[in-house]
């Protein structure tokens, strides 16, 4: 049964380990459904944070792939629900002088921050999990979305348990 | 001290003694201080011969084979004998030569990305941005390359940081502490998964090992064989496994696949329970490994966690190094005796599909009958390498290795071209006198290297199986494209007996099998290189009536 799932790996800051890691998934034909790269706390690791949508087996298979990588130095798998995950998204809305308020309206119910306005535009910041940004972006089709941006999800386990480099 | 001086001390400091390499601008840095070096470089005829030249250094040695090419096309060289290492687990360091650092990226003269290219058929790869780092980069190297499950390693240096001098780090070297990398203390499995196979095996009532090369890896061929003798279970063996069990055996019942032989599918096909020892399982050994999944019970032994669950799903996992693990259960299976009704029907499987061969003069010399010649002249225990096609099924199956380590073949890559060079690298590492059995196609893809064993005076017995054809693809277009013979004829080959003469090296070309003896005497008469031509009938098949393209729908 597929399902959504989140790879945390903390990885030597090298350079050519991004591609190391991106090569991976490609050449052995498994999909990212999103990523995000940044540095750590911990000096000299980055941490990519990857989601993915398979099987249990395929996801165990990538993330053994994963760790054959000598950069990679710890992987942590974990089911989408399982961790406070947080994702931002940038979008620049259509607007008249009628539904300018409408719309912001609307970002005041997602607590989403007004960033930037035009005659014709808002640009509308918003943080959160994936459910949460696309209901946002559901909500503000009807208007015309002319652009968005938005990151990879990332992802902290909820508690006490911290991975370790 | 240069950075090129540091590449020697780190070379040396890992005990090498030879390497084998092609110069160029970006790697001269460092050939110019190899005179200073006891380190031997053998000068090579294309940058693919040394990379497949250390990689049969390394399966003698069990040490990494080291390479060296310049920038640009003398890496893009390297790359084909690179993956070849890399589908085989072969340790291998490759030493690149790189432009200038600062021209990096710019499409200089001779620039490629050799570690962006390399990285999916290495271990690991190392662009070096500084120079100090040299020293910990070639020691990191050996370590990655020859522990856990080997691999080759390429090491890129931009030709700047090769000349520059630097303040050598001396004093006691730091041990190497790699954070993603652990692979010692991997050895034994876990205690319960050792138990369950135990088990398994108990109850089984028709066992078999599938010997992969895997053990020879974990040095594991002692174990293996004791481990068998005392339980008397079958074997069947990968290509990369053949020689893990004693090609003369009785409880070797030959290699399985696509061109193994029938009766050593059967018998995996028949099992109710598969011990897989250090395999793959390729889908050149099992073609369908669902079908398998399906049928019998499946154990999977491998140091490579990542090995289990990609090519097949087993009922009992195991994560550890054979050699271990064989130990770990061999005091939990003192008293089991494989079933006596199960040794008998394989037993009448290998005899029912064990055939003569012909003997009689026909033109042409029989290709296994010769194998098997060959085999019994030599005790079984030469070293001998193969080429890629009919040559190497040919070998594989009918010579009885005593030593998996004797056989030098590109297994998982199927790289032809191999043959040749890989001997060459393996008698500078045995320091004995090795056989190359080869194609006429294969022989031409790497032909040029007969140099380098001249001018460096390497022993090896060349054997061309002449059928003028690239015989395995003229085999394939006969079965599967209803005998459309096309780009497989090699008309235009020299006459091989005048090349070696041009080579300087004594030949002899047989036509019929009552010339087989006299050729191989002929070829084994003393230690200095020979050649023999042999005259092989282009309808050859890999195993004639053995062969599994023959077998029954539904069994593979
Ligand atoms: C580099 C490379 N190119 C192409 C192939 C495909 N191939 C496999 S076997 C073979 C024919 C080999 O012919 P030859 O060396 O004469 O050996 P024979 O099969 O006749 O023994 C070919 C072309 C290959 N394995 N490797």
Known sequence: MESKYILSVLVEDNSGVLSKVVGLFSRRGFNIHSLAVGVTNIEGVSRITIEVIGDELTVEQISKQLNKLIDVIKIKVSRSDELVKRGLLLVKVKISPKNRTEVIQIADIFRANIVDVSQSTVTAELTGGDSKLNAFLEMLAPYGIEETAMTGMIALERGTNVLKA | ?556
């Open chain 2, 1 to 556: 001290m240069t950075g090129a001086e540091m590449v020697v001390k780190a070379l040396e400091g890992n005990g090498v003694t030879t390497i084998f390499g092609y110069p160029g601008a970006a790697n001269c840095p460092i050939l110019d201080k190899l005179p200073d070096s006891a380190i031997k470089h053998i000068l090579v005829r294309n940058e693919q011969g040394a990379a497949h030249m250390a990689s049969g250094y390394a399966r003698v040695t069990k040490r990494p084979g080291v390479c060296t090419a310049t920038s640009g096309p003398g890496a893009t060289n390297l790359i084909t004998g690179i993956a070849t290492a890399y589908m085989d687990s072969v340790p291998m360091i490759a030493i690149t030569g790189q432009v200038v650092s600062g021209l990096l990226g710019r499409d200089a003269f001779q620039e490629v990305d050799i570690t962006g290219a390399t990285h999916p058929f290495t271990k690991h790869n190392y662009l070096i941005r500084d120079g100090l780092e040299i020293p910990r980069v070639i020691d990191e190297a050996f370590y990655i390359a020859s522990t856990g499950r080997p691999g080759p390693v390429l090491i890129d240096i931009p030709m700047d940081l090769l000349k520059a001098a630097y303040d050598y780090p001396e004093g006691k070297k730091e041990p190497i502490v790699i954070r993603g990398y652990k692979p010692i203390g991997m050895g034994k499995a876990h205690e319960m998964q050792v138990k369950k196979v135990a088990e398994a095996i108990k109850v089984s009532q028709k066992p078999v090992i599938l010997a992969g090369g895997g053990i020879v890896l974990s040095d594991a061929t002692k174990e293996l064989r004791e481990f068998v003798s005392k339980t008397g279970i079958p074997v069947v063996t990968t290509m990369t496994g053949v020689g893990t069990i004693e090609g003369g055996s009785n409880l070797c019942y030959g290699m399985i696949g696509s061109h193994g032989i029938k009766s050593a599918n059967m018998t995996l096909n028949h099992s109710d329970l598969v011990i897989i020892l250090g395999s793959r399982l390729g889908d050149r050994s099992v073609a369908n490994a669902a079908g398998l999944e399906k049928r019998t019970k499946l154990i999977h032994i491998d140091i490579d966690p990542a090995e289990i669950g990609k090519n097949i799903f087993p009922d009992i996992p195991v994560v550890g190094d054979i050699k271990d693990v064989l130990t770990q259960l061999m005091p939990l299976l003192s008293d089991y005796h494989t079933p006596a009704e199960w040794k008998e029907y394989v037993d009448r499987i290998r005899s029912d599909w064990t055939f003569e061969e012909e003997t009689e003069d026909s033109g042409f010399v029989n290709p296994r009958y010769f194998v098997k010649r060959l085999s019994e002249k030599t005790g079984s225990d030469a070293y001998v390498s193969t080429e890629v096609g009919q040559n190497q099924i040919w070998v594989a199956n009918n010579y009885k290795f005593t030593d998996p380590r004797h056989f030098i073949t590109s297994a998982g890559f199927g790289t032809m071209g191999y043959g040749l060079p890989a001997a060459i690298g393996a008698s500078v590492a045995s320091g004995e006198t090795v056989i190359a059995v080869m194609g006429d196609g294969s022989f031409q893809m790497d032909l040029a290297e007969l140099g380098t064993m001249c001018q460096w005076d390497i022993p090896v017995k060349l054997i061309v199986l002449e059928n003028h054809r690239l015989g395995m693809v003229h085999e394939h277009q006969f079965i599967n494209y209803k005998s459309n013979y096309y780009a497989v004829s090699l008309e235009g080959s020299p006459d091989f007996c005048k090349l070696a003469e041009a080579y300087g090296i004594p030949s002899m070309k047989i036509n019929e099998n009552s010339e087989i003896d006299k050729g191989i005497d002929a070829l084994l008469a003393d230690k200095n290189s020979f050649m023999l031509v042999v005259e092989v009938d282009p309808f050859e098949q890999t195993g004639g009536a053995l062969n599994s393209h023959h077998l029954p729908k539904g069994v593979e």
